[in-house]
């Protein structure tokens, strides 16, 4: 708990390259060379790429094809999201272990609230030993940042990597900043930079002097949000890290059914919005649980850990094979339900080395679709029957656009 008059102590903790990082775990060979990780086919795109990659202008979300043509000497893997979430999950338990408040910001990323730890053990030293522990043990680079505030921390990692360590005492907050690009401050993006470049704004320094009122009228309240993390100003707090967390929905017929196709139905609608709920919140699930309450009253829960995702197509898929594990075909059911737990932040990162440009594109769409005119705006063909699925808002009168049912 943060006592007034103590300055914070923040950490940022950011694995360098995570999922290069892992490859060149179980192939050395790759070490030293530009290494991209993602979708391999003519549609696919980099999820991650290495420092040596980037020294070519790649970056993470770029078409495949257009960093081959950057660098057509990269060595291209596909990636493995099991092994990625395997490390990142070891990673958690070690920070778990070793610090009393954290948050697990992305599957490679995470936040450290060690506000009065000071007196005891002196929070640079105790980072510093808890980054040698993950190094040791997982044989990952990993950079952290430590300062009164998650946006300072964040940047001071970025301004460590590779693989070091940096502090920003209280007070050098804005000084620290000062120099730097406006693009380094969290939530500041490529079209967001041009609106500051227009604006004659190109450095830290420039923003800092300027008026809050005047970013204010340009931006409205992303101005003056900017204008702080600027000037090195965060009150957001350190939310503690629950595996437990998670997105659920059910639904109770009032009538017992066993029309099998009405229940596949509904599962698919279900993980379809549960998809939807999780981009939402930049959240990607690890675990899928589906649970079917018989007409006798018996409930029966069957729950499978899964890599790190928010995509439809591969909830569905992990929806289906567990209801029909679960469901008995003579019994009539009264209830079905689906949960997505063990979330992180992290959004679409995780899914880009499965994914096409197509697909990306497509969910992007979708949720663009439903974010201004409801749930059922956009839907699969299986799923038009649907209805009254807990938080799926009603539609706006407008006919759907259907989306053939893509098998899994």
């Not at 923003?207 to 702080?228: F, V, Y």
């Not at 109770?252 to 549960?274: G, H, P, R, S, Y």
């Not at 019994?331 to 990306?360: A, K, Y």
């Not at 679709?369 to 407008?398: Q, Y």
Request: charged share 25%.
């Amino acid at each position: 708990m943060h006592v007034s008059g103590t300055p914070k102590a923040v950490v940022h903790l950011d694995l360098d390259t995570f999922f290069v990082s892992v490859e060149r775990l179980e192939n050395s060979r790759l070490h030293n060379k530009p290494v991209l990780v993602g979708g391999t086919g003519s549609r696919g795109v980099v999820a991650s790429c290495s420092y040596e990659a980037r020294k070519y202008g790649i970056h993470s979300a770029m078409p495949m094809r257009t960093a081959l043509q950057l660098c057509p000497e990269a060595i291209t893997i596909k990636g493995d999201s099991s092994r990625y979430s395997k490390y990142s999950n070891m990673i958690t338990d070690i920070i778990k272990a070793e610090v009393p408040l954290f948050e697990k910001s992305s599957i490679d990323e995470f936040y450290i609230d060690l506000t009065g730890m000071d007196k005891f053990f002196g929070c640079y030293k105790l980072t510093s030993a808890l980054r040698d522990r993950i190094i040791r043990e997982t044989g990952l680079p990993i950079s952290f940042g430590l300062s009164t505030n998650k946006t300072v921390a964040k940047v001071a990692t970025e301004e460590a990597k590779p693989n070091n360590k940096i502090e920003v005492a209280s007070g050098r907050e804005k000084p620290f900043l000062a120099p730097l690009p406006v693009k380094r401050i969290p939530m500041v993006g490529e079209k967001t930079t041009l609106l500051l470049s227009q604006m004659g704004v190109k450095r830290i320094h420039t923003l800092q002097q300027m008026p809050i009122e005047l970013m204010e009228r340009a931006m409205g309240k992303t101005g003056s949000m900017i204008w702080k993390k600027a000037n090195g100003i965060d009150h957001s707090p350190v939310v503690a890290y629950h595996e437990k967390k998670s997105v659920s929905l059910e639904r109770t017929f009032e009538k017992d059914t066993i029309d099998v196709e009405k229940l596949q139905t509904l599962i698919v609608a279900m993980a379809e919005n549960l998809a939807f709920q999780l981009r939402q919140g930049n959240k990607l699930t690890a675990c899928i649980t589906v649970k079917i309450r018989y007409s006798d009253f018996n409930t029966y829960t069957l729950q499978k850990r899964i890599p790190y995702t928010s995509n439809d197509h591969t909830l569905i898929a992990i929806a289906k094979e567990l209801f029909a594990k679960l469901y008995h075909k003579r019994l009539l059911v009264r209830l079905v339900g689906m949960r997505c737990s063990h979330l992180v932040g992290g959004g679409h990162q995780i899914n880009l080395f499965e994914d096409s440009e197509e697909t990306i594109r497509l969910y992007q769409a979708m949720d663009t679709i439903r974010n201004r005119f409801g749930m059922h705006a956009v839907k699969r063909a299986k799923t038009m029957e649907s209805k009254g699925l807990g938080r799926m808002n009603p539609f706006n009168g407008m006919p759907p656009v259907i989306l053939a049912h893509r098998k899994a």
